[in-house]
């Protein structure tokens, strides 16, 4: 079981940036790929980005793709997730997630293990 904190969360105005840092503390974080869900109020958790244990395959929620950034550095036992562009409908408690697998996966079912959450407010 790895243990995951996130922070950078916050309030910003529209258009305006945060970058989202998860620690991980635990076994093999580097052979484990990594997650970022959110959730709304009212509405059920998303996928919003996903990285590959080594790095060098991500993916990303159409809503995200072009303004949000996923990373990691395995050397620090932490995954990040940089959004641009921030919209109002960006608003939502954000989560990262370990698999215990290597390769990436889209549904929450699939990750083991989660962080307790950082809300990021966007105003318009």
């Known amino acids: 079981q790895v243990q995951l904190v996130e922070s950078g969360g916050g309030f910003v105005q529209a258009g305006g940036s945060l970058r989202l840092s998860c620690a991980a503390s635990?076994?093999?974080?580097?052979?484990?790929?990594m997650g970022w869900f959110r959730q709304a109020p009212g509405k059920e958790r998303e996928f919003v980005s996903t990285i590959s244990a080594s790095g060098g395959i991500t993916k990303y929620a159409d809503s995200v793709k072009g303004r949000f950034i996923i990373s990691r550095d395995n050397a620090k036992n932490t995954a990040y997730l940089q959004m641009n562009g921030l919209k109002p409908e960006d608003t939502a408690v954000y989560y990262c997630a370990a698999r215990v697998y290597a390769f990436t996966s889209l549904s929450p079912e699939d990750y083991n293990d989660w962080g307790q959450g950082t809300q990021v407010t966007v105003s318009s």
């Open positions: 635990g076994p093999i974080f580097s052979r484990r790929a």
